[in-house]
């Protein structure tokens, strides 16, 4: 049952695995995606201010033209008539054309209509007070909206029939000019030109590219997705060669180091008493220097098994208070080099699920690292304990401390703080590295909290789901 819960656990763990390719495909993939977005919607943009640059250009050309071509027929006609006024001139007789033409008024000084006509007659209170109501100065053109009202059966003011409306508003583009007559001001020619159409063309417009816009979208995301595909390629292949550089390295490298530790061992039975002093002090430079060469190339060894998903974990359901004693038994000749008292706070038993192996070893990590970064006379404790359902386990020392922008970096591989102390207590970066991966294999969680000079505290949280 245990071995069925086991393999269970593994293969939940290993689908779970972070897998760098991946994100970074999945990174590459979303800013792939969001460049050619932006520049389809910079595209889109671009063709919407155009046209309706464009369209409303054009019709500000047109009801020009067609302010002026009445300005001068009524100019023409009172010349022609000898006139010093319109009483004589017909409202037919002005020209009321042009497409979509809504009204022409002629307003004396006072606001009063001379002449005019207007597509819907009960529209011509409402347009007087949008004349009056501002000064227009010559020849500018100007747009506003005028509200009409329906009919009791739905007819609009042009005879559409809108059933479920009862007013709609009318986009209104409005010119001006004066009228004169042998120099005398006679009054001002306004004249309207309905420009619905090209709001709602507009509206459509917009729907359109909009329409266009999410059809891309979807070409885009497949685009970049095959786009960072072939851009992973020589990524995957030079981070592969890498990896199997690194294991492969530090396989061999670890018997010639077994080699000259035992070479140390044998010289140092040779010696002759009289250059014992001497020799001694070199050969435990040499010991030390290959010790902590060994334990560099296992902990690279390691992390390039664990690159490449060939270390499986062996999960069980164990006691884990005897491992917690173990790893404290193993620190605690460093731990008295320097005089650091050594504290574990557990329960008698601790029943956990996990990796028995690879928890001891993240224990062993935290702990040396604790011990190294911790000035003599201080302090190192261990906590285990159950919160609910997980395994909470914490490291806290009296050491050095650790800075704030140090803690976003040190689980990173090869990352020290002090590059020159680190050398100096025999760290190279990796260890932190390794623990947080055996606390990502066992799908948990690890922070630390610090502060400088008065000492830090890594706390890690494994679940355990399949706790019996």
């Not at 090209?198 to 891309?216: D, E, H, K, P």
């Not at 010790?291 to 664990?306: N, Y």
């Not at 008292?341 to 029943?351: A, F, G, R, V, W």
């Not at 690879?358 to 906590?383: F, H, M, P």
Request: glycine share 8%; charged share 20%; aromatic share 8%.
């Amino acid at each position: 049952m245990e071995t069925k819960i086991g393999s269970f656990i593994r293969a939940f763990i290993k689908r779970g695995e972070k897998d760098i390719f991946r994100h970074t495909q999945g990174r590459l993939t979303r800013m792939y995606s969001g460049l050619l977005m932006l520049f389809l919607l910079f595209f889109i943009a671009i063709v919407y201010i155009v046209l309706h640059v464009i369209i409303l250009n054009n019709q500000e050309r047109e009801l020009q033209s067609l302010v002026n071509q009445e300005a001068s027929f009524i100019e023409n006609s009172l010349l022609k008539n000898e006139q010093s006024d319109l009483k004589g001139i017909d409202n037919q007789e002005v020209v009321f054309a042009g497409v979509n033409q809504f009204f022409y008024y002629l307003v004396n000084s006072n606001g009063e209509i001379i002449m005019g006509n207007e597509s819907d007659k009960r529209m011509r209170q409402n347009i007087l007070r949008l004349i009056n109501g501002r000064i227009q100065n010559e020849g500018e053109i100007r747009k506003e909206i005028v509200h009409a009202e329906m009919n009791a059966n739905g007819r609009g003011m042009k005879g559409e029939f809108h059933p479920r409306e009862t007013s709609q508003d009318i986009q209104l583009m409005i010119a001006n000019r004066s009228i004169y007559n042998n120099g005398q001001f006679i009054g001002k020619l306004y004249v309207g030109k309905d420009i619905s159409f090209a709001y709602q063309l507009f509206r459509s417009l917009l729907m359109i590219l909009i329409t266009i816009g999410i059809v891309f979208l979807g070409i885009a995301i497949y685009m970049s997705v095959v786009m960072s595909k072939r851009a992973m390629i020589p990524i995957s292949g030079a981070f592969t060669r890498q990896r199997e550089f690194v294991a492969d390295a530090s396989h061999e490298l670890r018997t010639p180091l077994s080699v000259l530790l035992s070479s140390i061992d044998a010289v140092e039975m040779t010696i002759e008493p009289q250059k014992r002093d001497m020799v001694e002090k070199i050969l435990i430079n040499m010991r030390q220097e290959v010790k902590r060469m060994t334990h560099l190339v296992s902990d690279l060894l390691t992390l390039a098994r664990s690159d490449s998903n060939t270390i499986q974990l062996s999960l069980e359901t164990f006691d884990f208070r005897p491992q917690a004693e173990r790893a404290i038994d193993s620190v605690r000749p460093l731990a008295a080099a320097k005089q650091i008292s050594l504290h574990l706070d557990s329960p008698d038993s601790l029943i956990a699920v996990g990796d028995p192996g690879r928890l001891s070893q993240l224990l062993y990590i935290l702990l040396d690292n604790a011990i190294k970064y911790t000035t003599n006379g201080g302090e190192v404790g261990l906590a285990l304990k159950i919160e609910g359902q997980q395994l909470c386990l914490s490291v806290q020392d009296t050491g050095i401390g650790i800075s704030a922008e140090d803690s976003k970096h040190i689980f990173e591989r090869f990352y020290r703080s002090d590059k020159s102390r680190s050398r100096q207590m025999g760290g190279h970066g990796l260890g932190l590295s390794i623990a947080k991966w055996i606390v990502d294999t066992h799908k948990g969680t690890i922070k630390v909290t610090s502060e400088l000079g008065k000492g830090s505290t890594f706390i890690v949280y494994i679940p355990q789901v399949f706790k019996g």
